[in-house]
């Protein structure tokens, strides 16, 4: 008698839900035409759940030899685990041991992708945090560029491919297959903007300056009365075209100096509000691997994710600045994350 063949995946699906409407085994076994004790085994297997792993006896290592790989890790951040122990001249160790001990005083992290910050750079966070302090962020125009390229982000992306399938290939050209500038402003609950730089110009003092005339100044600024214009504040971070004198005297000849014009400390991205909106219009252009054969196509997507963001999302931004000042006083000029 030849052997039967096992249970089905769409089989098991069926068992589970003729068992949550109630239906005994032998029920089951005559409606899937199937062998009852079959039935039983596979409910019986189900209800016994996962194993729990039997955890094998380590290769012992000394408490000297303990200290040592705890230096080292401390020394050498982001290395690998048979680095830390060759540095430590303990040999014989497989990876599966050099891994269980350095998970008791070590974790696996990724390279942080942010500036340095010094002694300087937080002392002067400190005192960016306490000038604005009691500001109505209501008022303050957030404002940054974005580059964004065909290919998408660097990175291993993740996700289910059914059985029988392959991963797709990516592309892959040099530079990301190009790119686009894009400059826009977050301020309450609107985004201003986004505007597109324009192909092959390189943003220095004076074409940063053309740049605002032609977008923000005649398409959005000018709209505004003069009320809101003489409560605004313009925040920019320290890019050379944005910082220059050049650019500080164009923009106090509009009328944005002074304390209309937001002092910024050095190294700060994650004081910026705008960085997370950028974060949400890439999720949104590169979900599921997407990446584009032209730059007009991958600016229509920026153009197309910018319009979904609402207003309340925008606000949610906006609104956060309170809480990261606080969070730079309270780590004494530190990074506060995104």
Same mark, same amino acid.
């Given at each position: 008698?030849? /052997?039967?063949?096992?249970?089905?995946?769409?089989?098991?699906?069926?068992?589970?839900?003729? &068992?949550?409407?109630? @239906?005994?085994?032998?029920?089951?076994?005559?409606?899937?035409?199937?062998?009852?004790?079959?039935?039983?085994?596979?409910?019986?297997?189900? /209800?016994?759940?996962?194993?729990?792993?039997?955890?094998?006896?380590?290769?012992?290592?000394?408490?000297?030899?303990?200290?040592?790989?705890?230096?080292?890790?401390?020394?050498?951040?982001?290395?690998?685990?048979?680095?830390?122990?060759?540095? @430590?001249?303990?040999?014989?160790?497989?990876?599966?041991?050099?891994?269980?001990?350095?998970?008791?005083?070590?974790?696996?992290?990724?390279?942080?992708?942010?500036?340095?910050?010094?002694?300087?750079?937080?002392?002067?966070? %400190?005192?960016?945090?306490?000038?604005?302090?009691?500001?109505?962020?209501?008022?303050?125009?957030?404002?940054?560029?974005?580059?964004?390229?065909?290919?998408?982000?660097?990175?291993?992306?993740? #996700?289910?491919?059914?059985? #029988? %399938?392959?991963?797709?290939?990516?592309?892959?050209?040099?530079? #990301?297959?190009?790119?686009?500038?894009?400059?826009?402003?977050?301020?309450?609950?609107?985004?201003?903007?986004?505007?597109?730089?324009?192909?092959?110009?390189?943003?220095?003092? %004076?074409?940063? @300056?053309?740049?605002?005339?032609?977008?923000?100044?005649?398409?959005?600024?000018?709209?505004?009365?003069?009320?809101?214009?003489?409560?605004?504040?313009?925040?920019?971070?320290?890019?050379?075209?944005? !910082?220059?004198?050049?650019?500080?005297?164009?923009?106090?000849?509009?009328?944005?100096?002074?304390?209309?014009?937001?002092?910024?400390?050095?190294?700060?991205?994650?004081?910026?509000?705008?960085?997370?909106?950028?974060?949400?219009?890439? @999720?949104?252009?590169?979900?599921?691997?997407?990446?584009?054969?032209?730059?007009?196509?991958?600016?229509?997507?920026?153009? !197309?994710?910018?319009?979904?963001?609402?207003?309340? /999302?925008?606000?949610?931004?906006?609104?956060?600045?309170? #809480?990261?000042? &606080?969070?730079?006083?309270?780590?004494?000029?530190?990074?506060?994350?995104?």
């Amino acid at each position: 008698m030849g /052997q039967k063949k096992d249970l089905t995946g769409s089989e098991k699906s069926k068992i589970v839900r003729y &068992l949550a409407e109630g @239906c005994s085994s032998l029920k089951i076994a005559k409606l899937l035409k199937r062998d009852h004790r079959t039935i039983k085994r596979f409910i019986q297997n189900s /209800q016994q759940g996962r194993k729990k792993r039997v955890e094998k006896p380590r290769r012992k290592i000394t408490a000297h030899e303990l200290r040592k790989v705890k230096r080292a890790a401390a020394k050498m951040p982001l290395a690998t685990s048979l680095a830390i122990f060759q540095s @430590c001249n303990i040999t014989g160790v497989p990876k599966s041991t050099r891994c269980a001990i350095l998970r008791d005083t070590a974790k696996v992290r990724k390279a942080e992708r942010r500036p340095p910050l010094n002694k300087t750079h937080k002392l002067k966070r %400190q005192d960016w945090a306490k000038k604005y302090l009691k500001t109505d962020f209501s008022k303050v125009l957030w404002t940054d560029e974005m580059r964004v390229s065909l290919d998408g982000p660097d990175g291993w992306a993740r #996700g289910w491919i059914g059985k #029988g %399938q392959r991963a797709p290939v990516p592309l892959r050209r040099q530079q #990301g297959g190009g790119g686009v500038l894009v400059w826009a402003g977050i301020i309450k609950d609107e985004l201003v903007g986004p505007f597109r730089v324009e192909d092959g110009v390189k943003l220095n003092s %004076q074409s940063y @300056c053309q740049f605002l005339e032609d977008t923000f100044f005649k398409q959005w600024y000018r709209k505004k009365s003069a009320s809101f214009k003489k409560n605004m504040i313009f925040m920019q971070d320290n890019a050379p075209s944005h !910082a220059s004198k050049y650019s500080t005297a164009w923009l106090a000849r509009k009328g944005i100096k002074e304390e209309k014009l937001m002092t910024w400390p050095p190294c700060s991205p994650d004081l910026n509000p705008i960085e997370n909106l950028w974060s949400i219009i890439k @999720c949104e252009i590169y979900k599921e691997g997407k990446q584009y054969t032209s730059l007009n196509s991958v600016w229509e997507a920026v153009v !197309a994710a910018a319009r979904n963001v609402d207003g309340e /999302q925008i606000k949610t931004l906006t609104e956060s600045m309170d #809480g990261r000042l &606080l969070s730079v006083l309270a780590k004494k000029g530190g990074y506060i994350g995104r």
